[in-house]
């Protein structure tokens, strides 16, 4: 794996786990690698030597090879153009500001968005108003949120929101769904 770009081959093993629907104490003992080895590959916090890749590849019945094609570049630098959107959007006010499957999500919402909906997410998410101001409630507490305020959500905690003025911009930007949540 010492090509001149590193790959983050943690993805590509994640999602043929996943799509085998094995646990990782599973692949472990398929492997005869350790769980907590196996999830710091998954998170990319650890570079499998070419040995141990094959013994993943092996307990996810496919190839070293086919993982590594399957894993995505280690280095990206993509820019989403004010106009554009990154992915189609699926709501009215509704941007997602990151193209692809990353470990960070970003969405700005734009208008008078009332998401009345509770959400809890597994991991970490921020969110920052540009212009406007936001309601939100979280584990039972009313935050008002103005221009230029942010507020940090610890993952599981459970919360709704809602803009409340003509014009509001509130960018959401979360530790992917994908991501294990740490410690």
Same mark, same amino acid.
């Given at each position: 794996?010492?090509?001149?770009?590193? *790959?983050?081959?943690?993805?590509?093993?994640?999602?043929?786990?996943?799509?085998?629907?094995?646990?990782?104490?599973?692949?472990?003992?398929?492997?005869?690698?350790?769980? %907590?080895?196996?999830?710091?590959?998954?998170?990319?916090?650890?570079? %499998?030597?070419?040995?141990?890749?094959?013994?993943?590849?092996?307990?996810?019945?496919?190839?070293?090879?086919?993982? *590594?094609?399957? !894993?995505?570049?280690?280095?990206?630098?993509?820019?989403?153009?004010?106009?554009?959107?990154?992915? %189609?959007?699926?709501?009215?006010?509704?941007?997602?500001?990151?193209?692809?499957? #990353?470990?960070?999500?970003?969405?700005?919402?734009?208008?008078?968005?009332?998401?009345?909906?509770?959400?809890?997410?597994?991991?970490?998410? *921020?969110?920052?108003?540009?212009?406007?101001?936001?309601?939100?409630? !979280?584990?039972?507490?009313?935050?008002?949120?103005?221009?230029?305020?942010?507020?940090?959500?610890?993952?599981?905690?459970? #919360?709704?929101?809602?803009?409340?003025? %003509?014009?509001?911009?509130?960018?959401?930007?979360?530790?992917?769904?994908?991501?294990?949540?740490?410690?």
């Amino acid at each position: 794996m010492a090509d001149k770009e590193t *790959l983050r081959v943690g993805s590509a093993v994640r999602r043929r786990r996943r799509a085998l629907d094995l646990t990782l104490a599973a692949v472990a003992e398929r492997s005869g690698l350790s769980v %907590p080895f196996l999830s710091q590959i998954e998170n990319e916090r650890a570079r %499998p030597s070419m040995r141990s890749l094959q013994r993943v590849a092996d307990a996810l019945e496919t190839t070293a090879a086919e993982l *590594l094609a399957a !894993a995505d570049n280690a280095r990206v630098v993509d820019v989403v153009r004010a106009d554009e959107a990154a992915v %189609p959007v699926t709501a009215v006010g509704v941007r997602r500001l990151v193209r692809g499957h #990353h470990q960070l999500h970003a969405v700005e919402y734009t208008g008078e968005q009332d998401a009345d909906r509770e959400y809890q997410h597994r991991n970490d998410e *921020l969110m920052y108003v540009a212009d406007g101001a936001v309601d939100v409630e !979280a584990e039972g507490r009313a935050y008002r949120l103005e221009k230029g305020d942010t507020l940090y959500l610890s993952g599981g905690v459970r #919360h709704r929101w809602r803009a409340t003025r %003509p014009g509001t911009r509130l960018l959401v930007v979360g530790v992917g769904a994908h991501i294990e949540a740490g410690p």
